[in-house]
């Protein structure tokens, strides 16, 4: 999702305070801190719509799967009861791979991928809190999408850190490091020009 509408600073909450919340507001936890998300741009929309469908096509009759916003992650970080977890995150794409973190509230646990699509309000948080959370958990892959400046930071998860990241721009292809034989052009990704 898109801007922030508000941040809840007067004390931190966890996942069960969380789920207290009216269901037509969206708001992540990231360290116990709450922050609400507005929609996003049209813009964002069709590069998560295009990324979205390039990943779906690809994994039919797989056994990972591909969700999108607004898809719940929760993020524990020492196995504590889902009430407790103060990281809880809507990613514009996740992909898991292992059934046993999905339920209905979205994956418990460290998705294998999860993309980014970064807006001004937000950019500091996807490449600092987000990124620092996700290397933490254990995501294998992440990617942060500039639809401003038509690239794509890849960051790949080696010995429990995240290397420094590839950055791709609208001419590249991404071969993606989970999956060895799936390749993104990102001209397709990036064609709309606002």
């Not at 929760?74 to 791979?97: M, Q, S, T, W």
């Not at 973190?101 to 418990?108: L, V």
């Not at 429990?160 to 001209?187: G, H, Q």
């Amino acid at each position: 999702m898109q801007h922030n509408l508000a941040v809840k600073l007067d004390r931190t909450f966890t996942y069960k305070d969380y789920m207290s919340w009216p269901d037509d507001e969206y708001w992540e936890l990231i360290d116990g801190i709450a922050y609400q998300m507005t929609p996003p741009t049209s813009k964002h929309q069709r590069i998560s719509t295009t990324l979205l469908g390039e990943f779906y096509l690809y994994l039919k009759d797989k056994t990972c799967e591909i969700f999108h916003q607004p898809f719940g992650v929760r993020l524990p970080l020492d196995n504590e009861p889902d009430e407790y977890i103060k990281n809880a995150l809507l990613p514009d794409i996740v992909i898991v791979c292992d059934k046993k973190k999905i339920d209905n509230a979205g994956c418990r646990g460290a998705p294998d991928l999860i993309i980014e699509i970064i807006s001004p309000s937000t950019k500091k948080r996807d490449m600092k809190e987000k990124r620092n959370l996700y290397e933490k958990a254990g995501v294998k892959e992440y990617w942060i999408v500039d639809p401003y400046n038509n690239t794509v930071q890849v960051y790949l998860l080696q010995n429990n850190e995240y290397r420094k990241p590839d950055i791709y721009t609208e001419e590249d292809k991404i071969k993606v490091s989970i999956f060895p034989d799936l390749e993104i052009d990102l001209t397709i990704i990036f064609k709309e020009k606002f």
